[in-house]
């Protein structure tokens, strides 16, 4: 089998991490420093920042004298070392050997396997930069013949899909184009080298007396002349992921945006282990204070679509009593997932292929658990205590008493007889003596004036009188 | 696009003077003179039907149960947006309804109503909807019932909509709407607005309970010596309504004439103090 390697590169990590929970970024500046003690600098700013002259390199001083506005954070290679880890995990749905390779902020895909799957790797690398973009990360997608091409390939905005094409590549490119230590780069550029190819026809004895072993031996990664086996990287169990939101949000239902490419991200990492979730834990932190929020779902799932529409649903009737500076999501369990077949050969009139949780789900996460209820019968002689509603799990099961009024009154309505007329009766109703609910009725189907039919009933004890109970509807 | 015609006659809003009314997915009423009226044979699928009621109490909701009754016997769902009173299980059990297929939602507010029989509507296909739009708190703009008669038509559902009878002077997306009028002894059905007849037709159903009663008085004694807590009289009705084939109704008209727009005014409520 042919191996292609397709490599992820994330030249904007630390400022992305910043950035992607910024609904604006157009709009307000951000930038990431070093953290260096002594004389902090840019690492790097987006596009808001750049435009008021902000520029990566500058001490952090002058960056805020050029932009008053301009909020700076620290780097947190922690954060960063995280987040490849989540981004490993969401490649695995298109690759079945991933790699991270945290200093370089690259991920590596062996993707040969997949192309007759997912199309060539040249494609894929478009669909996977574009689909990273939707959750706010800027990755450079490069394929090659083995990992250092990719590597190379992704930086230069390459594809190179075999070996025939690396060195027609090879033959081209700068210096520059290669991933050594700039003192190498730089002792081959004081020996007079400016191109790849000048340093491939060297003999490579002389090479690594000169620049060491690790030079020559890179040359041969990258070529393919000796292997590069590339350690593969364990499966995740659980995933928490985070963002800062650098404009304050206040509107619960401005928080989606952020939530969105939580989810995203989540969803994607679920596909990539063959995993669902059935509680997502969502946690926002306030000005002052935080406030939680969990999603249950009635079956493990990962369906975005649906997982987005539920949240929309629940963040209408949740209010939010400050404005939140920090969104996190956690799915702690992940659950073996069968994944629901997707239209093919599935007949829509089938009830079973029609289930009703997703509707459930739905209305219970903006109506609340107790709006959603079905009913059932309870032995009981007494109308009232008769019936009671149910969870839509329990059995329904229930008396036939078809002569019975559709519609039951909550509690039986005193009422003067002389203004009904008399149409069927009586029912007698005697019972609850054993529960302190002792009573006796005789129940009549009675008319008022304007034509409606009513249950009435007159009560001899324990309050004697007549009452409506219900309604022929 | 070649086949763009023939398929934009196929949509469901469109009615051709032409095309037979057998065309039109349909749910039995199970009412046959009803069924005998309403284009197809049948409650609309996939559109909406509005009931206007003026008054609770006249067999509005029992004029629905073979259809609730039919529909969850076939492991259809039926939902039941913010009804008015609890449904009472015994009784609509004992109409033939599976209470596993019931759901009850209930809402706060207007807004939060029309949002849940929407999605009741779209959210499983198949089965039927009901929604009681009334009161002061519903006033469900025309837009508003566009978009339920369109997420009707997404999840092919019966969608039945009761609302008072001010809303006959609004005009309406739904595929019929009906105004339901108590009489004495029957149940007067209007059809305000349907596709593909002609509006104005009425149809009379009977009322359960239709005899007078002795008074309750005498009532009242009698009872002392019949004590059977789940018994009625042999040979009364259920109370939901019943078919309007007894020779007192139809008698007076020929077999075609349910169908026919009836000329007559509603028959006034029988006289009583």
Redesign the interface.
């Known amino acids: 089998m042919k191996q292609t390697w397709l490599a992820l590169q994330f030249p904007h990590l630390a400022l992305d991490l910043l950035n992607r929970g910024n609904a604006r970024p157009r709009d307000l500046p951000l930038a990431v420093s070093d953290g260096d003690a002594r004389r902090p600098a840019l690492l790097d700013a987006n596009p808001a920042a750049r435009r008021l002259g902000v520029r990566a390199g500058m001490p952090v001083s002058a960056a805020r004298g050029l932009a008053g506005a301009l909020q700076v954070s620290d780097r947190d290679p922690s954060l960063e070392a995280r987040a490849l880890d989540r981004l490993a995990a969401w490649s695995y749905q298109y690759s079945s050997a991933v790699s991270v390779l945290a200093e370089r902020h690259t991920l590596l895909l062996e993707s040969g396997g997949s192309e007759r799957l997912l199309g060539d790797s040249a494609a894929l690398a478009e669909r996977l930069a574009s689909e990273l973009l939707a959750l706010g990360y800027h990755a450079r997608a490069g394929t090659g013949p083995t990992p250092e091409a990719a590597q190379l390939a992704a930086r230069r905005g390459l594809q190179l899909p075999d070996r025939d094409a690396l060195h027609g590549a090879l033959r081209e490119l700068p210096l520059e184009a290669l991933l050594i230590e700039p003192e190498q780069r730089a002792a081959l550029e004081r020996m007079g080298f400016r191109h790849v190819r000048e340093v491939l026809r060297l003999p490579r004895k002389a090479l690594a007396r000169r620049l060491g072993t690790a030079m020559v031996d890179y040359l041969d990664r990258l070529t393919g002349a000796r292997p590069d086996p590339q350690r593969p990287w364990r499966l995740p169990e659980a995933f928490a992921s985070g963002m800062d939101l650098p404009a304050e949000v206040s509107s619960s239902q401005a928080l989606i945006f952020p939530l969105r490419r939580l989810v995203g991200e989540l969803c994607g990492v679920l596909r990539g282990c063959d995993r669902g979730v059935q509680t997502l834990d969502f946690h926002f932190t306030l000005r002052r204070g935080e406030e939680r929020l969990q999603l249950g779902l009635q079956q493990p799932g990962r369906d975005e679509q649906h997982l987005v529409q539920l949240l929309k649903e629940r963040l209408e009737r949740f209010r939010l009593p400050q404005p939140v500076r920090h969104v996190a999501l956690r799915a702690d369990e992940f659950i073996a997932f069968d994944a629901a077949p997707t239209g093919l050969f599935v007949d829509?009139?089938d009830?079973g292929s029609?289930?009703?949780e997703?509707?459930?789900e739905?209305?219970r996460a903006?109506?609340g658990e107790e709006?959603?209820?079905?009913?059932?019968?309870v032995e009981d002689?007494r109308?009232e205590y008769?019936?009671a509603?149910r969870r839509?799990d329990e059995?329904?099961e229930?008396?036939?008493?078809?002569?019975?009024?559709?519609?039951?009154?909550?509690r039986p309505q005193r009422c003067r007889?002389e203004d009904?007329?008399?149409?069927?009766?009586?029912?007698?109703?005697?019972?609850g003596w054993w529960d302190g609910g002792d009573c006796r009725r005789?129940y009549?189907?009675?008319?008022?004036?304007?034509?409606?039919?009513?249950w009435a009933y007159?009560e001899y004890k324990p309050r004697p009188g007549w009452y409506l109970h219900?309604?022929?509807? | 696009m070649p086949n763009a015609l023939p398929r934009a006659l196929q949509h469901p809003l469109l009615w051709q003077g032409s095309r037979r009314h057998d065309r039109i997915p349909t749910l039995p009423t199970g009412h046959a003179r009803l069924d005998r009226t309403l284009p197809g044979g049948g409650w609309p699928l996939g559109a909406l039907t509005e009931l206007l009621v003026p008054?609770?109490?006249?067999?509005?909701?029992?004029l629905l149960?073979p259809t609730l009754a039919r529909v969850t016997r076939e492991?259809?769902?039926a939902v039941l947006v913010d009804?008015?009173?609890?449904?009472?299980?015994?009784?609509?059990?004992?109409?033939g309804i599976?209470?596993?297929r019931?759901?009850?939602?209930?809402?706060?507010d207007a807004k939060?109503s029309l949002?849940?029989c929407e999605?009741?509507l779209r959210?499983?296909?198949?089965g039927v909807v009901l929604s009681w739009l009334r009161g002061r708190r519903h006033r469900a703009g025309f837009a508003h019932l566009r978009r339920l008669q369109l997420a009707a038509r997404s999840g092919r559902k019966g969608a039945f909509l009761f609302r008072g009878p001010e809303a006959a002077g609004q005009s309406t997306p739904a595929a019929l709407r009906l105004h339901l009028e108590?009489?004495?002894r029957d149940l007067h059905l209007t059809l305000l607005k349907c596709r593909g007849t002609h509006q104005g037709v009425r149809v009379r159903l009977h009322?359960?309970?239709?005899?007078?009663?002795?008074?309750?008085e005498a009532?009242?004694r009698?009872?002392a010596a019949?004590?059977?807590?789940?018994?009625?009289?042999p040979g009364?009705p259920?109370?939901?309504l019943s078919e309007g084939s007894s020779g007192r109704h139809s008698g007076t008209r020929s077999g075609k004439a349910s169908t026919q727009p009836d000329t007559r005014g509603p028959v006034p409520?029988a006289g009583?103090a």
């Not at chain 1, 229930?398 to 909550?410: I, N, S």
């Open positions: 829509p009139g009830p029609n289930p009703l997703p509707l459930l739905r209305l903006r109506l709006a959603v209820t079905g009913l059932r019968g002689h109308p008769s019936w509603r839509l059995p329904a229930c008396r036939a008493m078809p002569h019975r009024p559709v519609w039951l009154f909550p007889i009904y007329r008399v149409l069927a009766g009586p029912e007698r109703i005697e019972s005789d009549f189907v009675v008319r008022d004036r304007e034509g409606s039919t009513l007159r219900g309604l022929f509807g | 008054r609770d109490g006249v067999g509005e909701l029992s149960l492991g259809g769902w009804p008015p009173w609890t449904p009472y299980p015994p009784a609509i059990h004992g109409q599976d209470l596993e019931l759901v009850m939602v209930s809402t706060q939060a949002w849940a999605q009741a959210g499983v296909r198949g108590a009489g004495e009322r359960a309970h239709g005899a007078p009663c002795p008074a309750p009532a009242g009698r009872s019949s004590a059977r807590p789940d018994s009625h009289p009364r259920s109370d939901g409520p009583h």
